[in-house]
């Protein structure tokens, strides 16, 4: 089972039997057995709609109990939610399938942590950030000032 909070604080603990499948198959449209044989798993790291639908399928009777309908969950998921809520479903995903599936579950965790790390890659090239290693010294107001703005000691300094 996996516990997040969503944005107005409400918690939600997501945990997956065949019913809950069902319900996800019927409301979020899609079938969660595709994150073992398929390619799902990595569609819901790369589309936070399609996490916050397959979430609220999940919690439904929750949210019902709750009188929190699907647009007022939906509000509530951004940012660090998303993250708490993809994580509380791989933990519940993992729960559910049997230990002979964990294995090629896990080889989808994976895939779709490569895939993201290699847009971050991407994104890095773009700004420019991959080309300049890291220096010594770089901290919160950012890299030490080269030697070229900082004078060279003239010449009679040094003599004595």
């Known amino acids: 089972m996996g516990k997040f ?3 107005v604080g409400r918690e939600w603990a ?8 069902k319900r996800v198959r019927a409301l979020a449209r899609v079938d969660l057995v595709e994150c073992v044989t398929g390619d799902l798993w990595r569609r ?31 509000r509530s998921m951004w940012g660090g939610p998303l993250a708490d809520a993809l994580e509380a ?7 559910f399938f049997p230990s ?4 090629t579950l896990m080889a989808r965790y994976l895939e779709a942590a490569e895939e993201v790390l290699a847009r971050i890659g991407e994104a890095r090239k773009v700004m420019g950030l991959e080309s300049r290693p890291p220096v010594s010294g770089d901290g919160p107001g950012g890299p030490p000032e080269s030697s070229a703005s900082t004078p060279a000691p003239s010449p009679s300094a040094n003599s004595t």
């Open 5 to 7: 909070k969503d944005n």
């Open 89 to 95: 479903l791989q933990d519940a995903l993992t729960d």
């Open 44 to 74: 819901i790291v790369n589309d936070p709609v399609l996490l916050a639908d397959v979430t609220f399928a999940l919690v439904k009777p929750q949210a019902d109990a709750a009188k929190v309908s699907d647009e007022d969950f939906g």
């Open 14 to 21: 997501i945990t997956i039997a065949v019913t809950d499948m």
């Open 100 to 103: 002979h599936q964990h294995p």
